[in-house]
């Protein structure tokens, strides 16, 4: 249409089904302390923390470096980076940093005395200066192989005839070459045979793929690897996202009595909807996060 090659719409007059809009769940300070405490890494731990004091979007949190934080505990958020393809990338990187938030404005909002002393001990602890992040991806190490038990074979039967109408014992290493099963018993046994032939020596294990990265935090690994593993071990009956952390920020300081103004400033965004049922009737947080 817009190129003028056809002159016909093809979907005017096609009506789609209308989508209803899901409630937005906003997670409670306790549901929160759950995943908080089943995050192993100090690091991470504070890292969530830090987002659920400050309701930054994921690419100005993990954008954050130790000279945007105020002795007098202001914080300015002023950049922010993005996750994009090397080809698309000035010198081939993956995260490329923007030195403007999304909204395009600057904005500067004052912490909990709290979560800035943690900070501070954070940036101690580690040697932190300037222009470094404050928070940096790990080293990245090899996965440990996960110990698997297989049943005695004489007590989970056989497996499905195969092409030659064989059937052999479930949890062996003719089940899972010969019968081409593969059930989590057969797929353990074949493993640890695997392990076995690696630990004397006799195969070379292809080496475990690390995510490129230049220190910044990518965010589908860590909502794979540290959140999502938290989220599961708390034992919540929904998953919620990091983004939902933005949520709970501002629905928190709003249960809390905050004008929506000045949330709508503190979150840098041009327009806020109120959270409607129990987000405005949602307990006081347990860490409640100052506001100028």
Known sequence: MDDQVTFLHPCKGVRTPPVSRKPLRIITPEQFDLIYQAIAEPDYRLLVETEVESGLRWGELTELRVRDLDPTQLLTVSRAVVEVNPKYHPVGGRFLVKDYPKDGEYRRFKLSEQIVHQLETHMRAKGLRGDDLLFAMHEQHKPMARLRVVPDPNEIGLTKPNNKSRRYPHGTLSGYTAGRCRCEHSRAAFAIYRANRRAEGKDSPRTPRARETDSHIPRDWFRR?????????????????????????????????????????????????????????????MRQPSML
Not at 233 to 257: I, K, N, Q, V
């Open 225 to 285: 690897a540290i959140w999502v593993p938290a989220c599961v071990e708390a034992g919540l009956s929904f998953t919620p996202t990091m983004r939902d952390l933005r949520h709970a920020h501002a629905s928190w300081l709003l249960a809390s009595g905050a004008d929506i103004q000045i949330v709508k400033e503190r979150l840098g965004i041009r327009r806020l909807r109120r959270p409607s049922g129990t987000s405005i009737r949602c307990p006081m947080p």
